[in-house]
C-alpha cells in the first residue's frame, strides 16, 4: 500500500483551501493541504471538508493573513471564533481589519474575554484606525461588548450580516463628542460598564484607557452604568470617556456623601436617553444639615427634570429625601414605573405622590418598608384613583398598613381595571379585612397573581411577628380561605406570605394548589421588574 503523505505541500495561500470554504468542491488539480497528524477523526462525525481546510489555512499564519480578502464573507464568523479561541493574535488582527459585517459582537462570544486576545482584537482596530482613508471593504461599525445577540455565532452569516448599529443613540455625534471629527462615522464600542470599590476589572480599565486616548475617531458608549463607588476620581475617570447620552440605565448604589452628589449630579443631565434610574443605600453624611440636604434635593430634582426619557425611577434606602420628595419629583416627566423601599419621608413626602404630575400615568408602583401607619392613606387612595387605567402592578409591601389602611384605600383599588399583579405581604391585617379585600380584587378580571399577609389570627395572641406564627391557628385560617377562595373563584393566583426577609432577599408563601391543597414554597423577594413581569 502506498504511504500516506502526511502533509502535501503547497506554495502561496491554497486555492483549494480558499475554494473549500467558500462551500465549493476543492479542485483536484493542486493538493489540498491537510495536515493528516493532526486530525482525530470520528468515523460517526468526521470533519467538514470547511473545517480541515480551515485548520489548514490556521497551520500557516501568514498565508491565512494574506488570504483575509479573498476569503468568502460567509466563513468569516466560523474562522472569528476558531482564531478566536486559539488567541491567534496576528490572525486576529487582520481578522478584524477585514471583517466584513457592521457589527462585531465580540461580546456574544466570550463570557469574559480573555485581556491579552482582546488587546489583540484592540491592535486590529489600530491598524484600520491609522489609515488616512477608510478603504472601501471596511465595514465595521460597531465593536459590541455586550451580550446581546444569544446564539448569533452559532447561526453564523446570515443572522451576523442583518445585525445592524445599535439604536443607543438620538443625537448625531457633535464636536463635542469627538473634536476634529471628519465627516465619516466614528467607530463605536459599547460595553455596560461597573466602578466598584478597590480594584477596577482589568479589560475594562484597559478599554478605558484605549479609548481615552482615541477620542477623535472612537465613542465607547454603554446602554448600563453601575457605580458603587464612593472614588470621585474613579467615576470621572470613566464619564469623561464614555458618552453620557448612549447611557439608559443608571444604578448608584453605597455610601455616598453630598460631595461626590454634588460633582456627580451635573452629569446627570447629560445622560440625554436615560430611562431607568436607582439609587440606592446612599446615607453618609446625608441626613445631617437639612437646609443643605433640601438644596441637594432640589439640584437633582433639576437634573432629572432635563431627562426627557426617564422611565423608571427605583429609590432604596435613600435618607435625604426625608421631607424632600416632593422638590425630586415635581420636575419630572410622566413615569411609567417608581419604587421607592426603606426610606425615611414625611407625610408632605407621601401626598406629593398624588400631586406630582409624573406619577399620574404610572403603571407599576412599589412601596416596600415605608411605615406608613401614622400617615393618612386619602393620599394614596387619590393616587389610585387618578392612575387606575394604567396602573399594571401594585406593591405596598411591610409598609405597617392596618385594616383601616386598606378600608381607606379600597375605593381606589377596586378602580384599577388593568391591574395584573397586587402584593400588599408584610402588613397588619385582620382576617375580616383579608377576606374584604379578596371579595374585591376577585372583580378585577386581569389580575393575574395576588401576594397577601397571613392575618393577625395566624399568630398568637398579642404577640404579632412572622416568629411568632401558631401552626394550629394557620391551619385554620388556611382552610378558611380555601373555602373563601372556592366561593369567589377568582383569577388570580393566591399566595400567602407567613415569612419574609429583605436583608436574606427570600420570602415564604403558601399557594392553593390545583387539588385544593395549600403548599408551601421558599422564593426570592418579587423585584418591581419580577412582579411586572
Keep these: 500500500m502506498p504511504r500516506v503523505q502526511k502533509e502535501a505541500e503547497c506554495s502561496g495561500v491554497c486555492s483549494g483551501c480558499l475554494a473549500v470554504l467558500g462551500g465549493r468542491e476543492p479542485l483536484t488539480t493542486g493538493p489540498l493541504l491537510i495536515n493528516i497528524s493532526s486530525i482525530k477523526m470520528s468515523l460517526r462525525n468526521p470533519p467538514s471538508f470547511q473545517h480541515l481546510a480551515m485548520q489548514s489555512l490556521l497551520s500557516h499564519p501568514s498565508w491565512a493573513i494574506s488570504a ?43 463570557e469574559s474575554p480573555d485581556l491579552e486576545t482582546f488587546k489583540a482584537v484592540l491592535d486590529g482596530l489600530d491598524l484600520l484606525l491609522a489609515k488616512k482613508e477608510r478603504p472601501s471593504q471596511w465595514k ?28 443607543i443613540l438620538t443625537d448625531k455625534p457633535t464636536e463635542s463628542h469627538c473634536s476634529g471629527m471628519t465627516e465619516e462615522q466614528p467607530l463605536m464600542i459599547t460595553m455596560d460598564l461597573t466602578i466598584k470599590h478597590g480594584t477596577q476589572d482589568a479589560l475594562q480599565a484597559h478599554l478605558l484607557n484605549w479609548a481615552r486616548e482615541r477620542r477623535e475617531r472612537v465613542q465607547l458608549c454603554s446602554r448600563k452604568l453601575q457605580i458603587s463607588s464612593d472614588s470621585i476620581s474613579e467615576i470621572q475617570k470613566a464619564l469623561h470617556v464614555v458618552r453620557l447620552d448612549s447611557i439608559q440605565e443608571l444604578v448608584v448604589s453605597e455610601f455616598w456623601n453630598r460631595e461626590t452628589m454634588k460633582i456627580f449630579a451635573p452629569y446627570l443631565s447629560q445622560m440625554k436617553n436615560l430611562h431607568l ?48 420628595l416632593p422638590a425630586v419629583l415635581r420636575s419630572l416627566r410622566p413615569l ?22 409624573c406619577t399620574r400615568q404610572l403603571q407599576h408602583l412599589q412601596l416596600t418598608s415605608l411605615f406608613m401607619d ?29 385594616d383601616a389602611h386598606l378600608s381607606a384605600i379600597l375605593p381606589g383599588l377596586s378602580q384599577c381595571s388593568q391591574l395584573r399583579v397586587f402584593s400588599v405581604y408584610g402588613n397588619h391585617i385582620s382576617m375580616a379585612a383579608l377576606y374584604n379585600l379578596l371579595s374585591h380584587t376577585a372583580r378585577l378580571g386581569h389580575l393575574s397573581r395576588g ?67 395549600w403548599v408551601l414554597t421558599e422564593e426570592g423577594l418579587p423585584s418591581l421588574s419580577a412582579l411586572s413581569v
Design 140 to 167: 465595521l461599525q460597531v465593536l459590541s461588548l455586550q451580550k446581546e445577540h444569544p446564539n448569533i455565532w452559532t447561526w453564523g452569516y446570515p443572522s451576523m450580516a442583518r445585525i445592524s448599529s445599535p439604536d
Design 374 to 402: 401614622n400617615s393618612s392613606p386619602e393620599s394614596l387612595r387619590d393616587l389610585l384613583e387618578q392612575v387606575a387605567s394604567t396602573l399594571e402592578t401594585l406593591a405596598l409591601e411591610d409598609c405597617a398598613f392596618t
Design 277 to 324: 434610574l436607582k439609587l440606592s443605600k446612599m446615607r453618609a453624611d446625608f441626613y445631617t444639615a437639612s437646609q443643605k440636604n433640601s438644596w441637594y434635593s432640589w439640584k437633582i430634582g433639576a437634573h432629572l427634570g432635563q431627562l426627557q426619557h426617564l422611565q423608571e425611577l427605583h429609590v432604596h434606602e435613600v435618607l435625604f429625601l426625608y421631607g424632600k
Design 68 to 110: 483575509m480578502e479573498t476569503l468568502p464573507v460567509l466563513v468569516f464568523p466560523s474562522l472569528f471564533m476558531e482564531v478566536y479561541a486559539r488567541a491567534h493574535t496576528e490572525v486576529l488582527k487582520a481578522l478584524v481589519q477585514a471583517w466584513p459585517f457592521r457589527c462585531l459582537p465580540l461580546g456574544d462570544l466570550a
Design 451 to 517: 401576594l397577601y399577609p397571613a392575618p393577625l389570627e395566624s399568630y398568637h395572641p398579642q404577640e404579632w411577628g412572622l416568629e411568632n406564627i401558631d401552626p394550629e391557628r394557620l391551619a385554620l385560617v388556611l382552610a378558611s380561605l380555601g373555602q373563601v377562595l372556592r366561593d369567589l373563584g377568582p383569577t388570580q393566583r393566591v399566595q400567602i406570605c407567613t415569612d419574609f426577609c429583605h436583608h436574606q432577599n427570600k420570602c415564604q408563601f403558601y399557594s392553593l394548589g390545583p387539588g385544593g391543597s
Design 336 to 357: 411609567k414605573a417608581l419604587s421607592l423601599s426603606a426610606c425615611a419621608l414625611q407625610e408632605a413626602d407621601l401626598r406629593c405622590l398624588s400631586q406630582a404630575p
